[in-house]
């Protein structure tokens, strides 16, 4: 494998490792192996207690600012010290100041302050700089590029997409060298926004090599025996974009006579609210709430389970999905999906043939639907075996890796494309 010529790409995300940014390790991950040299720089450092297999596979050296700039207040001075006699530091300045006039936060501030410890303490041989999501980072990614002068890039996934203003959004993707956007409904959007061919369409693609298909067929459940239930499954974080609570109450209406269980996988800070919404709706020993997990308990996990379920929703002031990975995961293992129609979910999930859809914000179609799968195993088996078609043919890492490697201007990002395929393949 040929290396791309140059120094590194200092990689700018919200905080390092994130059990609920796996497709950004895994990303990190195959782009070290295509050569990539990379740095992370993390605006926060990490808050979950465990890690996914993947975080240990990223050889990158990783940078922290600070997340709070009155936690380090001499660093902070340090670098202002040193970076505001550099010619370029007007043009940063400037461009602060007329975001903070449209935005005047603390949060604003705390980005500029993250942008001249970035800045003053960037290693020499990093070459151009990557951010991933289009609020914060980005932000501090755009700021220090204009101080140090350099080229800089974005990755776009969801909330950032759909809660960030519209003139910042517009005025990132004219600075920017190049944008990508990881389902087709953000892709638009912000193609709208942006200079003709600023923005790309790439999935994030699932490593079918971590996630080989189950080794054998399912049981055929139906619901019917208490002593057997049909098992549920559902990974989310437990904020208001994924809609737990309309999956709580589509539970609720579920039929009697129906035995089922769930296993619900991810942490929140809804967490405790909505336990107490499943005590008060009758549910609450029925599921099982099992918190934040590393990937191989998801993946196994999602092989113990009968069918999978999302209830994702657009959240008051406009957050939403993306494409959710856990539902390319749960595709990749033969699990049949249920999901709602909302962003970037239907062009994982044709309804009806990889999987059933239904509308958001709506408990009694959930209900008809699940109803109507716990019911039918042998309708279940062919979503799931559509789905895993389905991921394998659009959705594998190895294609959609390879439109972001030649982004970055890597050599031989065809051949290492064939190399993971054939990885994947065997095993």
């Not at 067929?217 to 002593?227: E, G, K, L, N, V």
């Not at 549920?232 to 809609?243: H, N």
Request: hydrophobic share 45%.
């Amino acid at each position: 494998m040929q290396r791309a010529a140059g120094g590194r790409v200092a990689f700018v995300l919200k905080g390092w490792p994130r059990l609920s940014e796996t497709f950004i390790a895994q990303e990190i991950a195959a782009l070290e192996r295509r050569g990539l040299a990379i740095l992370i720089v993390a605006l926060r450092r990490p808050t979950d207690a465990r890690r996914h297999p993947v975080h240990d596979e990223v050889r990158a050296e990783v940078r922290y600012l600070p997340e709070y700039l009155s936690r380090e207040p001499l660093r902070v001075l340090r670098a202002w010290r040193a970076v505001r006699r550099w010619p370029t530091y007007r043009a940063a300045r400037a461009r602060w100041l007329a975001d903070l006039a449209r935005d005047p936060t603390p949060n604003r501030v705390r980005r500029f302050g993250q942008a001249l410890v970035l800045a003053a303490e960037l290693p020499p041989d990093v070459e151009r700089l990557h951010a991933h999501f289009l609020h914060t980072p980005a932000s501090v990614a755009r700021y220090g590029a204009i101080l140090r002068g350099l080229a800089w890039s974005c990755s776009t996934h969801a909330k950032d997409v759909w809660t960030t203003p519209a003139w910042e959004k517009r005025e990132k993707l004219a600075d920017c060298a190049w944008a990508v956007a990881c389902n087709a409904a953000a892709y638009e959007h912000l193609a709208a926004l942006a200079p003709p061919g600023r923005v790309a369409l790439v999935y994030h693609g699932l490593d079918l090599a971590r996630f080989p298909p189950p080794p054998a067929a399912r049981p055929p459940r139906d619901a019917s025996d208490p002593r057997d239930p049909v098992r549920l499954l559902s990974v989310a974080r437990l904020v208001e974009k994924k809609g737990t609570d309309v999956l709580l109450e589509a539970l609720a209406q579920l039929p009697r006579d129906l035995h089922w269980r769930l296993e619900h996988i991810g942490g929140g800070p809804l967490a405790a609210r909505l336990a107490r919404r499943a005590r008060r709706l009758g549910i609450a020993d029925r599921i099982d709430w099992r918190g934040p997990r590393a990937q191989p308990e998801v993946l196994a996990a999602y092989r113990a389970a009968d069918l999978f379920v999302l209830a994702s929703r657009i959240a008051p002031g406009g957050d939403r999905d993306g494409l959710p990975n856990v539902l390319l995961e749960a595709a990749s293992q033969r699990l049949a999906c249920v999901a709602t129609r909302v962003a970037g979910i239907p062009e994982l999930l044709e309804d009806g043939v990889s999987g059933v859809l239904v509308p958001a914000e709506a408990p009694a179609a959930l209900a008809e639907a699940l109803a109507s799968l716990m019911r039918d195993p042998l309708r279940r088996a062919r979503l799931g075996a559509a789905a895993r078609r389905r991921v394998e043919t659009r959705f594998a890492l190895a294609p959609n890796l390879e439109r972001l490697a030649a982004r970055f201007g890597l050599a031989g990002a065809q051949s290492e494309a064939r190399v993971c395929a054939s990885r994947s393949m065997r095993r």
